[in-house]
């Protein structure tokens, strides 16, 4: 093949080329994407990687991205940061934060699969890219589009949180609020992708941007020191990112840049929708769709496109599921604030509540280095912390008004 990769649908071997397809036209296999490893681990060392810039093209070998396909610098590359104070809270002592809430430009981890997708479109030649969302991919699909100058339609439940709309429109894409869920929305953009000629990032375009997640895993393998963690804790939605984590370690093993080893993974997801982690709980091999009532939007999806996917990896990874209700929720947004100085959106708040859960109950031991996936932005679902977090009136502008309200806050402390 001319290009390290290719468009293939696993069950009867087709390739495609030239065209943005999910599903195999034959047999109506999800496709995916795969990679001459042999030729990847003879052109990309630790070396060659470490010499470029810090961003997701420094895998370029690893993603479906032609070299002279235009693509946005800067995605990726986010902290590592060792979390002691958070570990000590929650009984671990070898605990580590991937903080994609810092990922540029639109601060979640959607701005990985994003340029992957993007990138993509433009090589097909698409003028017009859109998406499905439950919030971060609207933004990222909104401001990729600014950047590439492409337009961008893009379809989203109507009861999203106002910063993620905002957080859309300021780009001046097209916003399409549907008065249905998530499922629905998925549903009518694969409806559209069928009569316009449009790049959906998670649908027609679905395998490339799958790809962009396994940057995640690069980074973290890179960020320790090219070695594998123990345990990674991953909020589950559609379920792409945990699955493609997955594959990045696998991949990373294949191309020798880390020596092998058991990496267990753990899905987060909301008690109000976890199709995925309740089958897990509850030993079953098939999901059950939901609708969602949670507080956290962004992983309110209750048919998850690679939910089937989650659960064999969870299983074959040795690891497993949890879920966390919207007290707990709360709760884990603010440890991990006030513990970490890190502010992640409510997908964050669900993976702290479910880390602490496997560590309580002895799923994840204290020792094994366990890394949690701060996957979005707490300034993007501020609402969920409004009553919690009410402010004082005023004081007034005196030594006086100040050192009243100091007795009274210190007091209260
Ligand atoms: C902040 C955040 N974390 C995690 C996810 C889950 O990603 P996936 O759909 O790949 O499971 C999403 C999906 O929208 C998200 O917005
Ligand atoms: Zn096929």
Redesign the pocket.
């Known amino acids: 093949m001319s290009e390290l990769f290719q468009l293939r649908c696993p069950q009867c071997t087709r390739a495609i080329t030239g065209a943005a397809l999910a599903l195999c036209p034959d047999c109506f296999y999800p496709l995916k994407i795969t990679y001459d490893l042999p030729e990847v681990s003879r052109r990309l060392t630790r070396k060659v990687v470490e010499s470029r810039n810090h961003d997701i093209w420094r895998y370029q070998e690893l993603l479906p991205v032609a070299v002279d396909t235009p693509r946005l610098a800067g995605v990726g590359w986010t902290p590592l940061l060792r979390a002691d104070r958070l570990g000590r809270r929650l009984g671990s002592e070898l605990l580590y934060l991937k903080d994609?809430a810092a990922n540029f430009p639109t601060l979640?981890?959607?701005d990985r699969?994003v340029a992957v997708a993007v990138a993509q479109a433009q090589a097909l030649g698409y003028q017009v890219v859109g998406c499905a969302?439950?919030?971060?991919?609207a933004n990222a699909v909104a401001a990729h589009a600014a950047r590439a100058g492409l337009d961008s339609w893009i379809l989203v439940p109507h009861d999203l949180e106002p910063a993620k709309l905002l957080g859309t429109l300021v780009y001046g894409a097209n916003l399409v609020l549907v008065d249905g869920t998530y499922d629905q929305v998925n549903r009518l953009c694969a409806e559209i992708a069928e009569v316009r000629n449009w790049g959906f990032v998670?649908v027609n375009l679905r395998p490339f941007y799958?790809e962009g997640?396994k940057t995640v895993a690069f980074e973290i393998a890179e960020q320790l020191g090219w070695r594998l963690p123990d345990n990674v804790v991953?909020?589950?939605?559609?379920?792409?990112?945990?699955?493609?984590i997955a594959k990045g370690f696998e991949e990373l093993v294949e191309v020798g840049l880390v020596p092998p080893g058991q990496v267990r993974l753990f899905?987060a997801q909301a008690q109000g929708c976890s199709p995925?982690a309740s089958a897990v709980l509850e030993g079953r091999s098939h999901l059950i769709p939901q609708v969602p009532n949670t507080i956290c939007r962004?992983?309110a999806?209750g048919d998850?496109?690679?939910g089937h996917g989650?659960l064999a990896t969870i299983a074959g990874s040795g690891g497993g599921a949890d879920t966390a209700t919207d007290e707990e929720i709360v709760a884990g947004i603010r440890q991990l604030a006030e513990s970490e100085g890190v502010f992640?959106?409510?997908?964050?708040g669900v993976?702290v509540a479910v880390t602490a859960k496997l560590i309580s109950q002895g799923r994840i031991a204290p020792r094994q280095t366990t890394v949690l996936?701060v996957?979005?932005?707490g300034l993007k679902t501020v609402d969920c912390l409004q009553s919690e977090l009410a402010m004082d009136r005023a004081v007034a502008p005196t030594m006086e008004a100040f050192e009243n309200r100091y007795a009274a806050l210190a007091g209260a402390a």
């Open positions: 994609d979640s981890f959607k699969v969302s439950t919030g971060n991919l998670n799958a997640s991953v909020p589950m939605a559609g379920g792409a990112q945990l699955t493609r899905g995925i962004s992983l999806i998850p496109a690679d989650a992640g959106e409510t997908a964050a993976t996936c996957t979005g932005n």
